[in-house]
């Protein structure tokens, strides 16, 4: 399964990459520039970049869920584009909010081009976007175009609960606010993405309704695990530093429910989390600690096991478009890569 | 003739208010709130207020477009609605980056909902345009969304032009230049607007372009009167106050135009706007003596001069596409009318 879902990323890359590379290219210069930098095609100095623009799970949902309906994936190839544009431009804007420096091993967008330039950048993917997909004279296209736009505007309203609920104390926020930011953050564009996958393979509005849960249930089992590896995984592997995001307080799914976990360690966690992010009493162990106390009070365990509910779930409505296992497969394989790696 | 776009502003409003009220009302909570505030639809504690969300030059110019191409108007409200919305969304955006404290009388978005939020909710009304225009089933949408897509990557290339401009020097920027960046930044949304109008009447390409070449020179046209009116007109009718462009050294076209004149009042002006802005040493009348110099250098004249150009420019694109005159008359008298407004 791990080896299916490799293999459908890595095509997917070969397929989406060089029309993602084009669309990109069309931008006027300067916005090229921060565009090809934010993707990995080129350093800050503008000289070319190996690339390393993710793991492509968005526009993979796409082609796989167009297979899956017995679709001809390379129609969708513009959609899929279109969705791993749409992510980048979130990527791109919500650095510039959440101040985050480090993003793929590399230093964010905003931090060498500023945030102006990052902000304008990321409109420009959004509007690329919309482009390619109002260029599509595929049948699938416009409806693709506003479930997408629609989808922004619910990724939006989601990063603002994160934003809302980061500047609250840890005490004040409950693990089912913090549930349906994650479903409208991330659950919502990989949900998106398989909808549109099965718009461009001409399914009805049950089959792409269920495909939408499917991908939005995969999504927030995906962010369970993504949240798990943020705290336990290896910094090497995740391209982010170690504890980071403990040390910034974070209010991420395992630490949410380890806090309302009403256990001893609990109040430990609550202890470690009052207070401001960075205060140089914390010292190096602080984010261990923290890290541990998470764990002690429950916190991975429950994240793991609420991620394989919520596949369960996935795995559900994917059952209700597409009966037949097989061809379900590519998209089963996606979504168990997605919540079953460890980095 | 200005009676009359007076007229077709007020009849823009009535027909295109609603549909953008009713798309902003369907944005969730949060969004929906900085919107209808930065509508003036509701006060930052979220009464409801008169309203007061500009001239609506740019829907009025995709509705008479379309009337002067033969169509119905009344098939054109959604794209009308379409192109406000992005308009206000590079206003939300273009704040933020700018650091503008006031927009139509009241405090920007941002500085009442802090910068995430305002950028969020720019984001937002991108989306909800172009779901707009993915759900209009009429024959046009497609085509006038690929326009209004590639337009808004042309404005974030004029506002990152304009920042660039704002960072160099006072003797380090060309006329040119600024007005390049100024096509990029306004003449290119007026002339997508009346592109937009043209697409909905059914045109063919050359008529497309031609309105587009119309707004684009008349949209220079009111950038260059709209400098003008921020440097000497009357603060109470434009929304900002007085010289605040001149004391944050605003590199606006009448400033450029009078600084690379070579006359006396170009090296005083120059002294003026040297430093930081700001300066404690400024005091109250700096403002007044930078306007001084720079209608003294000719900067004031100049303006006037090529705005009038740029509107024959924009009148002869105009006939190209609509050789009646009766037809062209209410996109000449929009044009003429925000060309020769005082306030």
């Known amino acids: 399964m791990a080896h299916e879902a490799a293999e459908i990323l890595a095509s997917t890359r070969a397929y989406v990459d060089p029309e993602l590379r084009r669309a990109v290219e069309s931008l006027p210069g300067s916005m090229r520039r921060i565009a090809l930098y934010h993707f990995g095609w080129e350093h800050a100095d503008g000289t070319p970049a190996a690339g390393n623009a993710g793991k492509a799970i968005r526009p993979a949902l796409v082609l796989a869920a167009v297979r899956a309906l017995g679709g001809e994936p390379a129609t969708a190839v513009r959609a899929a584009a279109a969705v791993e544009l749409i992510h980048n431009f979130t990527l791109l804007h919500d650095d510039v909010m959440d101040r985050d420096t480090t993003r793929r091993h590399r230093p964010t967008a905003w931090t060498v081009f500023g945030y102006a330039d990052a902000i304008l950048a990321g409109d420009a993917l959004q509007a690329l976007a919309q482009r390619m997909l109002a260029e599509d004279p595929h049948p699938g296209a416009p409806a693709a175009a506003a479930r997408l736009a629609a989808c922004v505007v619910e990724l939006c309203a989601g990063q603002h609960a994160d934003c809302a609920l980061e500047r609250r104390g840890p005490d004040e926020v409950t693990l089912d606010e913090c549930l349906v930011m994650a479903e409208a953050k991330t659950g919502a564009l990989l949900g998106c993405a398989c909808a549109l996958g099965a718009l461009y393979a001409g399914a009805d509005r049950d089959e792409v309704d269920a495909l939408d849960g499917f991908g939005r249930q995969a999504g927030l089992a995906f962010q369970l695990i993504d949240d798990v590896i943020g705290i336990w995984g290896d910094p090497g592997r995740t391209g982010k530093p170690a504890g980071a995001d403990l040390a910034a307080r974070k209010k991420s799914l395992p630490v949410v429910a380890a806090l309302a976990s009403g256990t001893p360690a609990a109040a430990e966690l609550a202890e470690l989390y009052a207070g401001p992010p960075g205060r ?64």
Chains 1, 2 share one sequence.
Do not use: K, N, Y
């Not at 097989?326 to 998209?331: H, V």
């Open 280 to 343: 140089t009493e914390d010292g190096p162990a602080h984010a261990t600690r923290v890290a541990c106390a998470v764990e002690r009070a429950g916190g991975r365990d429950w994240a793991q096991v609420h991620a394989a509910d919520r596949m369960s779930l996935a795995i559900g409505q994917l059952a209700r478009a597409i009966p037949d296992p097989e061809s379900a497969g590519g998209l089963l394989a996606l979504a168990e890569f997605v919540t079953r790696r460890t980095h």
